[in-house]
């Protein structure tokens, strides 16, 4: 339970954080580009089950294996909105790793 809080408040958090501190002027536009990178997650879709609460997702999921993560490193270096989009998914790998730890 508590667990599943600071999941969602971290997959909400950093991503809020981030967007008001470093682009305080579009900084509802960033936020929303984070966030949208959740759809990442859609991943789980072909996984079978689709959901299973204590499995790890990092390098189980198509889109969450270290080939992905590699990638979306790289999108750090493109040009606005790419770069936010990168951004947006490490945090996302670094909040289901974190998952991974705490099982
Ligand atoms: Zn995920």
Known sequence: MIQTILHYSLHFGIPFFLAYIFYKNSWQKV?????????????????????????????????????????????LFFKKPY???GMGLLIHMLVDFIDCQLM
């Open 31 to 75: 936020f929303l580009i984070l966030i949208s990178t959740m759809l990442v997650d859609l991943d789980h879709l072909f996984a079978d089950p689709i959901f299973q609460a204590d499995r790890c997702s990092i390098n189980f999921h198509p889109l969450h294996t270290y080939y992905a993560i590699f990638f979306y490193a790289v999108l």
């Open 83 to 85: 770069n936010i989009i």
